[in-house]
Each structure stands twice: as structure tokens, then as C-alpha cells.
């Protein structure tokens, strides 16, 4: 399949040539090296293999800071990404359409993602992403019919839309897990089995994807219902009135306790409920920041009494400054 993709490391880092660096990839890509990388902020370790119907990318980064990586789309596709190990969220920036897709930790989505310039946001620490392009073409004579979770995305790519769009997000667990690493060691260069292997490895994760969505959304239990409401609410009263609002107006809006709050949320997003905002707070302030808002109208916007002050969140929660936040997405 044509390379549409291309993740610029470069920019940021070094590639290693002599020796491997002290980074061990999360999953093996059967008889192809990894690329490996090395600066400052840390290491990187890029595999990837092109096959008739799908290209497979798979990174492994250590980083000492959250590092924002240029991606160039050159063709209209349909993507799978997978965050596979890490501690904090990824967010995908459409620099087009001014879209955000965040991905918390042990969990995947499918994106329809059209040519054009985005931005991936790596957090600090040790991460592993698997993303997977394929041929929307594979989807004809309604064959799509059993994956709703899908069909906007089919959608917009038969129809070439210029906009991204991301499907539900849903866990990713032991079977899948198993299921991509069974896919990296069946596929080999020069072997002409490797194209058979990608295509069924292309409909095992999308059958998959499709009992994930089933299990966590349709047979959805109370407890789900409302920390999908919790975070829906605390997300919607992010957007309005920023970091200048109290968790315990979210709990008594919603009817429930603080503690039954920090119950569900931690239960099915993996973080508290002031880790979540903090998190979604940063999201906003980046946007702003990539926007090219000024430190004080930002931090007017996100309900800071100074600059000062959301300065030092920003840093503290970034890992980096204003500035070279700003400095890092430019390049």
C-alpha cells in the first residue's frame, strides 16, 4: 500500500545507527529492525511494514517531556490506532479542522483521516502506539452492515470528505493485544503470505473492535451510564467556565456523592475526577495556545486570577513552558 503517512521524528530527534537504545519495543515486528531515535528529551524506537492493503506503524517512545510530533497525510484513509501502554492520555490534532481526538491509555479507535497536516501529542514517560491504515475499499456490497461503529467513517471516506472523524473509543484488552502481536509475527518481508496475514489481521481487529463497542456501550450498566455522564458534564463545564469551577457542583448535579464520583470515574476512565479536568483543562489550553491566543487571554478564557498562575499549570502539567510548547508545535 502507498506510504499516505508519515510521522516526523526527525525533527525531534536523532536516528541511532551504532546501537540500539536502552528501549525495549513493547511488541516485536517479525524480521524488520527497529528505527531507532535519541535526543535530550528521550528515545524513540519506530517499526513499520507496507503491505498491499494496510500499513503497519508501531512506536515506542521514553520521553523526558511531552513532545508534540508532526504527521503528514498524503491520501485519504482509514485508520486504526491503538494506544497500547502508557500513563497518560494521546490527543491527535487536526490542524485543518481544529479537531482533537484524546485517547486514554489501554484503549483504541478507528479515525477517517483525509490528507493534511495534524499534530500527535505524546505524553512524558514510556508509551506504546500501534497504528494500522488500510483500504476503505475493503468495504463493499454492504459488508459493513454489522460494524455501526463504522459507518460514518465508511461514510466520509467513499465520499472524500475533507474532515477527519473518529469513531467510539473502546478498551483494549488481553485478546487484543494478543491479536496485534500475532499479527507482527505472522508478517515477514519477502514472504508472500505476510499480504493474507495483514487482510486477516485487518478483519480479526475489526470484528474485534466491534464486540468491544458491543460489551462497554450496548450492554452498558448504570455505573457506566454515569461516569460517561460525569465526564460528558465535566468536559461541557470545562469548555465554558475552564479550571473555575468545583468537582462538587459536578456530584450534586448529577445526583451522586464526591465519593461514588471519584468511584466511577476512576473505575471506567482510569484517572480522579481532578485529574480528568486537569487533563481536559490542558487539552483547551493547547488548542489556545496552537490558536495563538496570548498567555493572559488564555488564561482569562480558562478562569485564572494571572498569567503567572496558568503558567505554572501549564508547565507543571506539560511538562514544558508556553513558549516552548508553542516553539515545538511550530516546527
Not at 50 to 62: E, P, Q
Not at 103 to 122: E, Q, S, T, W
Not at 317 to 331: C, D, I, K
Request: with cysteine; proline share 4%; net charge neutral.
Amino acid at each position: 500500500m502507498k506510504k499516505n503517512t508519515n510521522f516526523k521524528l526527525d525533527g525531534f530527534f536523532e536516528k541511532i545507527t551504532e546501537c540500539l537504545p536502552p528501549l525495549e519495543p513493547h511488541i516485536h515486528l517479525a524480521s524488520v529492525q527497529p528505527t531507532a531515535y535519541g535526543s535530550n528529551i528521550g528515545y524513540a524506537l519506530h517499526q513499520s511494514f507496507d503491505g498491499l492493503v494496510g500499513f503497519i506503524n508501531c512506536f515506542d517512545f521514553d520521553l523526558q517531556t511531552s513532545t508534540v510530533i508532526p504527521v503528514e497525510i498524503s491520501g485519504n484513509d482509514l485508520h486504526m490506532l491503538y494506544f497500547l501502554d502508557g500513563t497518560r492520555p494521546i490527543t491527535l490534532y487536526d490542524k485543518g479542522s481544529g479537531s482533537t481526538y484524546r485517547l486514554n491509555p489501554h484503549r483504541g479507535c478507528f479515525l477517517y483521516l483525509p490528507k493534511g497536516d495534524y499534530a500527535l501529542h505524546v505524553p512524558t514517560g514510556r508509551s506504546c502506539i500501534f497504528n494500522f491504515y488500510f483500504r476503505g475499499s475493503i468495504f463493499r456490497d454492504g459488508n459493513e452492515r454489522p460494524f455501526s461503529h463504522l459507518y460514518e467513517l465508511i461514510a466520509d471516506f467513499r465520499q472524500g470528505s475533507g474532515r477527519s472523524r473518529s469513531s467510539i473509543d473502546f478498551k483494549v484488552g488481553d485478546r487484543t493485544r494478543l491479536l496485534i502481536k500475532t499479527i507482527m509475527t505472522n508478517i515477514k518481508k519477502g514472504d508472500l503470505d505476510s499480504e493474507d496475514n495483514i487482510l486477516w489481521g485487518i478483519k480479526k481487529l475489526i470484528k474485534l473492535s466491534k464486540e468491544k463497542v458491543f460489551d462497554e456501550y450496548e450492554k452498558i450498566s448504570a455505573s457506566q451510564l454515569k461516569a460517561k455522564a460525569a465526564h460528558e458534564l465535566i468536559r461541557h463545564t470545562v469548555s465554558v467556565y475552564g479550571q473555575e469551577f468545583k468537582l462538587d457542583d459536578i456530584a450534586a448535579q448529577l445526583g451522586i456523592s464526591m465519593d461514588y464520583l471519584h468511584e466511577v470515574i476512576q473505575q471506567y476512565y482510569g484517572e480522579s475526577p481532578q485529574e480528568m479536568k486537569q487533563i481536559l483543562v490542558l487539552d483547551l489550553a493547547k488548542k489556545y495556545v496552537i490558536d495563538g491566543l496570548q498567555t493572559d487571554q488564555i488564561a482569562y478564557e480558562l478562569g485564572y486570577s494571572s498569567p503567572s498562575s496558568f503558567c505554572r499549570f501549564f508547565k507543571r502539567e506539560a511538562g514544558m513552558t508556553v513558549t516552548e510548547f508553542f516553539r515545538r508545535h511550530s516546527q
